[in-house]
């Protein structure tokens, strides 16, 4: 199934030229890509499992094979200076924007930002914020998702079926439980490529 005009914006010839290429180190790789398009021009992409490095080059490679420019973010630090010059530089083409830890606005506010400033914007977010098993996820998404009614995309990147999948959809209804059940539905069954680092779908209680 294919998304409307607005979630899927026109594509530039050096994008299809890099999803086929994409597209193709996939199959040789022996992974898929199960890509439903997207629902509206702004939203979460969720991505869990995340335990290992190699996340990142399937992550980056199924989104060159849809063609989608999704979004992620970064510490601030690596798009100034030297690495900004370099490292920086790089992330920015690949969809990658700054946010400032230390700043006295909020993440979340930060993240707000990011996406009122560009027409088209799906950000991809690992919740659980590290490689390493976590007993809770980060709770800046729900935030966002709640406060600008955002869908939510649940993504996988499952080692065991090897295949990147973003195919299905939620809306945060603001009952924690009842949204992290409807979350842990999805995911299970879904394997990282160490199992055991993947961390548990559930808020840190305060």
């Known amino acids: ?97 700054p946010v400032v830890r230390s700043h006295a606005t909020g993440t979340v506010q930060q993240l707000a930002d990011l996406m009122d400033a560009e027409p088209w914007f799906w950000l991809a977010i690992t919740p659980e914020g590290t490689r390493r098993f976590r007993p809770y996820w980060r709770s800046g998404f729900y935030h966002l998702a709640l406060a600008r009614d955002l869908p939510v995309a649940q993504a996988s990147i499952d080692y065991g079926r090897r295949e990147v999948a973003v195919d299905h959809f939620l809306r945060m209804t603001g009952d924690v439980e009842h949204d992290l059940a409807a979350i842990r539905s999805y995911y299970a069954g879904r394997q990282g490529r160490h199992p055991d680092k993947a961390g548990t779908i559930a808020f840190k209680r305060q």
């Open 1 to 97: 199934m294919k998304g409307n005009e607005l979630s899927n914006p026109p594509t530039t010839l050096t994008q299809r030229c890099l999803a086929r290429i994409a597209r193709w180190l996939l199959r040789l790789a022996s992974w898929r890509v199960t890509f439903s398009g997207f629902p509206g021009p702004k939203g979460i992409v969720l991505v869990y499992p995340h335990t290992s490095n190699w996340d990142f080059v399937w992550g980056m490679l199924a989104r060159w094979s849809i063609a989608q420019p999704v979004r992620f973010v970064a510490k601030d630090t690596l798009f100034t200076g030297f690495a900004g010059a370099t490292v920086g530089r790089l992330l920015r083409a690949w969809g990658g924007r």
